[in-house]
């Protein structure tokens, strides 16, 4: 039987976030320089937005650019806009074909000017579709993140909109970038690392995490599928014991 029919559809997670790793290496393994694994890593892309769209994930968190992502080699900084701009601009026809709407979290404006009208533009043209919800994360850090959201709640102190006892977790979530999506039921990092790279801190709280050692070129529907089998087979207890689990 095909790993896609073992799936249990009345247990398919709403939200997965995806740290895509590995691509310098992937590139280095075939002798090629890092950009040419960044590129391939688009087709991945592309697979697993598609995979979502089959078995009815509704929200897709891909890490793409980190605040941190901007000390790398100019070259490479470069080179992945470039390829970030050419692939929005060619790959939003599919997009909107599939039902797909395209939303974006992260500082935008520290992005190039052609960076951030092609993210507009395609941004216009999906945002009515439902199928699939995929929200890129771009310049973004969790830290900075939950930084500008302490900054907006403190001057809501300061001019008196609300009050100190007023703050809780609540009101936190409406204040970060992602107040419009459930949190991330599942974390997938591929590469072999177990790190979480100041990503979505506070919205991965009671996520399922999964780690494989694909590289992220290399990952494709059927490894996504299996992450999402390894989810199923997991019991979430969010803090309860195994008993209340099974009893309620
Ligand atoms: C991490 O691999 C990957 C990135 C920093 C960039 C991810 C970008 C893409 C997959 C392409 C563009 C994406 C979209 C959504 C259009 P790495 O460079 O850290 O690999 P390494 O750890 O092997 O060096």
Redesign the pocket.
Known sequence: MELKQTINPENVPQHVAII???????AKQQGED?LF??HE??N??REIVEACGEIGVKYLT?Y???TE?WNRPKEEVDG?ME??VN??SMETPNLHKKGVKLEVIGDLASLPGTCQQELEESMAVTKDNTRVTLV?ALSYSSKWEITESVKQIAAKVVSGAIKINDINPRLIEEHLKTNRYPDPELMIRT?GEHRISNFLLWQLAYAEFYFTDV??PDFRKEDFYKAILSYQNRERRFGKTSEQITQS
């Open positions: 895509m790793d590995g691509n310098g290496r992937w890092r694994g960044h890593g688009v991945s892309v891909l793409a650019f980190s992502n992945l390829l970030l692939t929005i890129l590469s590289l992220w």
